[in-house]
């Protein structure tokens, strides 16, 4: 098991910049995937970016070029480096890692089962 705390949201004028981290913790493997989402009110869960063992990385194409992934492998934590933040970016952002930490699939939002409590990024015009 493993047991993630996101932080660092807050609120923000359009074209600002913001930095969430997730602490990751329970488990002394690191070596797994791992990803960030976002839910607005009204709207389904949207992945947003995932970071592979490794350094590969996926973005989705309304945030790719504007938000980073990391993680900082010796501290176990993830982060997500937001740029140029825009109005539709306003969301509760969770971090999530995979039901097989070992296997470490992150293929699809289903393979994701452990979940953070979420930080809220609210973006102004």
């Known amino acids: 098991q493993v047991r993630l705390v996101e932080s660092g949201g807050g609120s923000v004028q359009d074209g600002g910049s913001l930095r969430l981290s997730c602490a990751a913790s329970g488990n002394p493997y690191s070596g797994y995937c791992m990803g960030w989402f976002r839910q607005a009110p009204g709207k389904e869960r949207e992945l947003v970016a995932r970071?592979?063992?490794?350094?590969?990385?996926t973005y989705a194409e309304s945030v790719n070029g504007r938000f980073t992934i990391s993680k900082d492998n010796a501290k176990n934590t993830l982060h997500l480096q937001m740029n140029s933040l825009k109005p539709e970016d306003t969301a509760m952002y969770y971090c999530?890692?995979?039901?097989?930490?070992?296997?470490?699939?992150?293929?699809?939002?289903?393979?994701?089962?452990?979940w953070g409590q979420g930080t809220q990024v609210t973006v102004s015009p």
């Open positions: 999530a890692a995979p039901w097989d930490l070992y296997g470490s699939s992150c293929r699809t939002t289903g393979d994701f089962g452990y």
């Open positions: 970071s592979w063992p490794g350094g590969r990385t």
